[in-house]
Nanobody, 112 residues
Framework: HLVESGGGSVQTGGSLRLSCVAS????????MGWYRQAPGKQRELVAT???????NYADSVKGRFTISGDNAKNTVYLQMNSLKPEDTAIYYC????????WGLGTQVTVSS
């Protein structure tokens, strides 16, 4: 079970921090991540983090977004800085076990 929070509306250049709290079979999660889906587009990878804290980012967000995790709180964060209108999307948290689990998403809107 994944619950996202922290979405909202900001202007270009602003910042937001998304949070995702995981519950259930936490110990079997190997990778957590953030994906996003803009209207009329396919869902795309934003960033992932492994249990060993190895991170991976989409080229479009490198240098602007930072993914991090707090194992004690079963939470993964996405710090988003220097936001652009093209970052507008629904952001989904994911957790990989033998399946990929998804949260319900949180809306991020960046206005110019």
């Amino acid at each position: 079970h994944l619950v996202e929070s922290g979405g909202g509306s900001v202007q270009t250049g602003g910042s937001l921090r998304l949070s995702c709290v995981a519950s259930g079979s936490i110990s079997s999660i190997s990778v957590m991540g953030w994906y996003r889906q803009a209207p009329g587009k396919q869902r795309e990878l934003v960033a992932t983090i492994t249990r060993g804290d190895t991170t991976n980012y989409a080229d479009s967000v490198k240098g602007r977004f930072t993914i991090s995790g707090d194992n004690a709180k079963n939470t993964v964060y996405l710090q988003m800085n220097s936001l652009k209108p093209e970052d507008t999307a629904i952001y989904y948290c994911s957790a990989d076990t033998v399946f990929r689990w998804w949260g319900l998403g949180t809306q991020v809107t960046v206005s110019s």
